[in-house]
């Protein structure tokens, strides 16, 4: 059972556009949202995370939606840059229970702009 | 920033070969660390959670006699696969937390370490 579902698979974006990402989860015991960024041969590096009493955060050009009540995330990523190309994962974990801390990730997203 | 650091980040041995693979928390203590694996444009998967002074808790499907996990101290967590063979040749990462500052802090990821298996 996928916990947590990451759509597109990939996407193209033109320098300068917008990327969006999306996740949906199924278990409303979960309460930290985080999205992560990976580089080919790199260890995933933290973007950005969320929890579920905001309904949006913005960092930079990175900005978490969240809505609640359609268990769905999303990652928006403002004047998309070449450097930006890379696969981005999003996440979730609860502070107790059946996960007690454990990161379940989203299957990735290969991120690809265009110079 | 917090930092993990991972070593060796590439290994190429030959199959039947036992491979050590350090994880570092070089800023802060953990007590707990985990471990995961990453196959080519795939996801990552949790393969254990590394708790200090206490045994590994492994994920349903891992071999905890094929993955041998230590975690001898609050900086330090090591993942040996035993007796290696080509089906083990994996992209290996390990994670932490600072535990100090409380739940929802995020982990942070070491470098992975690129196994190859002759």
């Known amino acids: 059972q996928q916990q947590v579902k990451q759509s597109p698979q990939s996407l193209i974006v033109q320098k300068g556009g917008i990327s969006i990402i999306n996740c949906a989860y199924e278990?409303?015991?979960?309460?930290?949202f985080p999205w992560y960024q990976q580089f080919p041969g790199k260890g995933p590096a933290l973007l950005i995370a969320i929890r579920p009493d905001v309904s949006e955060k913005k960092e930079g050009r990175f900005t978490i939606s969240f809505n609640k009540s359609a268990k769905q995330f999303s990652l928006h990523i403002m004047d998309s840059q070449p450097g930006d190309s890379a696969t981005y994962f999003c996440?979730?974990?609860?502070?107790?229970?059946?996960?007690?801390?454990?990161?379940?990730f989203g299957a990735g997203t290969i991120l690809r702009v265009k110079s | 920033g917090a930092v993990v650091s991972q070593h060796p980040s590439r290994v190429i041995c030959k199959s039947g070969t036992s491979v050590k693979i350090e994880c570092r928390s070089l800023d802060f203590q953990a007590t707990t660390m985990f471990w995961y694996r990453q196959f080519p444009k795939q996801s990552l998967m949790l393969m254990a959670t590394s708790n200090e002074g206490s045994k590994a808790t492994y994920e349903q499907g891992v071999e905890k006699d094929k993955f041998l996990i230590n975690h001898a101290s609050l900086t330090l967590s090591t993942l040996t696969v035993t007796s290696a063979h080509p089906e083990d040749s994996s992209f290996y990462i390990c994670?932490?937390?600072?535990?100090?500052?409380?739940?929802?802090?995020?982990?942070?990821f070491g470098d992975g370490t690129r196994l190859s298996i002759l």
């Open positions: 996440a979730a974990s609860m502070a107790s229970g059946e996960y007690g801390n454990k990161l379940v």
């Open positions: 278990n409303t015991a979960f309460d930290y």
């Open positions: 994670s932490a937390r600072d535990w100090a500052k409380g739940t929802h802090q995020p982990q942070h």
